[in-house]
């Protein structure tokens, strides 16, 4: 099965700063994968997905950028955050039509 | 859009009662999830449904995918303390993304 990591686990960051957020699979090669964000313990929006190297599709507009250097790495980046960006993120990696997720970044900005 | 509504969305019961949450869609799905999630972690994957009038029975867990593949149930029977979390369904269409339902917060009081 296929585990996935995420760090890191907790960031606090101010207004205004850089934002890295990799996530990172195993157990599985060439997989799908997607960024969530989730809002005070409901449910998740999906940002950004991949389905191979370099290939990002984004859902909503925003400050947030990902991208996919590996074929199981990806990163959520902002060059510059704003209070809205706070929340818990998530990380997804497919297996057929289910989704596997990390254990999640949660992000204050300050 | 396709749009999966969950409820209820917020449920609080004695320890051993029954429960059911529902999802319900306009939309027609291949198959669907049901997740569990503990606060400040990942949501972890209970069970997919795939075939139209499937039931899966996990423990106390029994969930159903309705006929026409456009809604589900979980039921919970006995509720216990451990059972408290954030439950969300989500579909899978075919195109690479889930639609999640906005989750039922479950607490299950000793």
């Known amino acids: 099965s296929q585990t996935i990591h995420q760090w890191p686990a907790t960031l606090v960051q101010p207004v205004g700063s850089p934002l890295s957020l990799e996530c990172t699979v195993e157990g599985t090669s060439n997989p799908n994968l997607y960024w969530y964000r989730q809002a005070a313990g409901r449910g998740l929006q999906l940002l950004f997905y991949s389905v191979g190297i370099g290939q990002i599709s984004s859902e909503v507009p925003q400050n947030l950028s990902a991208s996919r250097p590996q074929d199981r790495q990806f990163i959520l980046s902002s060059k510059k955050l704003l209070l809205s960006d706070s929340g818990f993120y998530l990380c997804?990696?497919?297996?057929?039509?289910?989704?596997?997720f990390g254990p999640g970044t949660r992000l204050t900005v300050l | 859009t396709q749009l999966l509504e969950q409820s209820p969305q917020f449920l609080s019961i004695q320890e051993g009662e029954n429960l059911t949450v529902y999802c319900n869609s306009s939309?027609?799905?291949?198959?669907l999830q049901w997740y569990r999630q503990e606060p400040g972690e990942g949501p972890v994957l209970l069970v997919t449904v795939v075939t139209g009038g499937e039931v899966k029975k996990l423990k106390r867990l029994t969930f159903q995918f309705g006929d026409a593949r456009k809604d589900s149930s979980l039921h919970i029977t006995a509720a216990q303390p451990g059972d408290t979390g954030l439950y969300l369904c989500a579909g899978a269409a075919g195109n690479y993304k889930l639609t999640f339902g906005k989750g039922t917060l479950l607490t299950v009081n000793p």
């Open positions: 997804a990696s497919t297996g057929t039509d289910t989704q596997y």
């Open positions: 939309s027609v799905f291949s198959s």
